[in-house]
């Protein structure tokens, strides 16, 4: 023993100081590679494809403290220059493929970790409109981090590909994979991922229009927010979506309050593409509220027709004339003020020429989409009754000619109202005339006696069940 003792003690020694010499000679011989990741500062996507790729397939296999450090800029500049070079199916398999794979092998899980997601963030940031490209990098990674049983990565990459079947609308696809993903978390309570997932499943739910699901959902991800740290991009998420769903149940105000909130956040984080919806559902609020009650007065004073606030028409020119409003003046911007200033005429053909002019700023939103259309079937049923109200008999031809809109749609929506109870009248085809009668008082008699005949019915029927049982004793 005295004798093996020393022989260990003598070879331990010789490695220790070879390595930090290694180390020394590694850190003087990345010069080279830091010289490429310089020289492609001023080269175009295409130049800089084979450089990076070089980068990381270089043959001295070096992948110390400063070469990894090189390194992992330079995947993050390929996967830029691919999406700049428009080439997608080559951002595919980049994370995946034989690329980065030396590079994967020889760091740390924690690291690989925050470079695959730091690389799929900005993919999706770079190229937002390919969710295509986007869900197939998500299947991948899930995939590799199967095989390599990253449990971790691979949850945090589910959770983004439940996020991308959501802006695909494949609502059924993303319910089933949040479903299996939140079962996983719960076990192992992460609250983080929680909060997101949770958040994602409110919207799916949401897209489903099953509202008590979403809020359920939505209280579940604020709940386990309340635990945790949450980041201002974060937290704007989950207020947008109460606003989101508060507006869905009519609560104008409330929803106001949200979308405010959300939007505030965003404006201090400079995120333009985020801030401007919650700027264009703050102005939705305002039209909406201000016509909703509107109609309520007229309804109330029996005059029909929608009353011009003029208060929401100078709340919604404040916010697009302020200080936010410039900032972020565009399209989107103009479409609303565009549908606030047609709804506040009540002029119908003005209003679908607005939607017609600016579908995608209005139509590809599913909030605005589903309130405008709902605000659209308001503004026809007020102005129909307004001008229907003094006729006891009109021609459908002149309230068309009056409204200003095709002679069916006018003929359908009336029938509509008719089959609804909005008024009481009927349509005589053959004439093309509009028949209007007048609503009569209820008959309190006829509605007591229809009672009581009710009342007399049940007694009738339990009498006639007794004396079947009685008889059927007696026999």
């Known amino acids: 023993m005295e004798v093996d003792t020393p022989a260990a003690s003598t070879s ?16 003087e011989d990345c010069s080279d590679l830091a010289d490429l990741l310089d020289s492609i500062s001023d080269a175009t996507p295409a130049d800089k494809i084979p450089i990076l790729t070089s980068i990381l397939n270089e043959p001295k296999n070096r992948y110390g403290s400063t070469a990894a ?6 995947v993050y500049a390929l996967a830029r220059a691919y999406c700049e070079d428009n080439r997608h199916d080559a951002v595919v398999t980049l994370l995946t493929g034989e690329t980065c794979a030396p590079f994967f092998a020889n760091i740390t899980k924690a690291k690989t970790a925050k470079v695959v997601r730091a690389v799929l963030d900005s993919v999706c940031a770079l190229a937002p409109e390919e969710l295509d490209m986007q869900a197939q990098i998500c299947q991948n990674i899930i995939a590799w981090c199967r095989a390599e049983k990253r449990s ?29 993903l939140l079962v996983e978390l719960k076990k192992l309570d ?5 909060v997101e997932v949770h958040l994602v499943e409110s919207k799916i739910h949401h897209g489903l ?5 979403s809020k359920a959902a939505l209280t ?14 974060l937290q704007s998420q989950i207020d947008m979506m109460s606003g989101v769903l508060h507006c869905e149940e009519g609560d104008y105000d409330t929803a106001h309050s949200y979308f405010l909130e959300a939007f505030e956040q965003l ?7 985020k801030a401007v919806p919650c700027l264009k559902y703050m102005m939705l609020c305002k039209i909406l509220d201000g016509l909703n009650k509107a109609l309520g007065l007229s309804a109330a004073t029996g005059v029909a027709g929608i009353r011009s606030d003029h208060k ?10 302020g200080k936010r409003g410039v900032k972020y003046a565009g399209r989107n911007v103009d479409a609303m003020s565009s549908i606030a200033a047609a709804a506040s005429k009540r002029s119908l053909k003005e209003y679908e020429a607005v939607l017609t002019e600016y579908s995608h700023e209005l139509q590809d939103d599913l909030l605005i989409k589903h309130h405008l259309s709902t605000l659209q079937e308001q503004l026809l049923e007020s102005n129909l009754i307004r001008i229907i109200e003094p006729y006891s008999c009109v021609e459908i031809e002149h309230v068309a000619s009056l409204i200003d809109m095709p002679l069916p749609v006018v003929e359908k929506k009336l029938s509509q109202m008719i089959l609804d109870g909005k008024f009481h009248g009927i349509l005589d085809q053959g004439k093309g005339q509009l028949i209007v009668y007048e609503e009569a008082d209820q008959d309190q008699a006829m509605e007591k006696g229809l009672k009581v005949i009710e009342n007399m019915d049940k007694v009738v029927t339990s009498l006639f069940g007794r004396s079947q049982a009685l008889r059927s004793m007696m026999v």
């Open 190 to 194: 992460d609250k983080q991922l929680l």
């Open 267 to 273: 404006d201090q984080l400079d995120d333009r593409e």
């Open 69 to 74: 450090a090189l390194k992992e800029r330079a």
């Open 220 to 233: 579940a991800s604020r709940t386990s927010a309340n635990a945790i740290y949450v980041a201002p991009s």
């Open 209 to 213: 229009r099953g509202m008590a699901k």
């Open 152 to 180: 971790f990565l691979r949850q945090r990459v589910e959770a983004k590909m439940a996020s991308v079947l959501f802006q695909q609308d494949k609502y059924g696809e993303a319910l089933t994979l949040v479903d299996r």
């Open 312 to 321: 929401n028409e100078a709340d919604i020119s404040g916010m697009i004339t």
């Open 12 to 27: 331990a020694p010789p490695p220790e100081p070879v390595q930090p010499a290694a180390e020394d000679d590694e850190e």
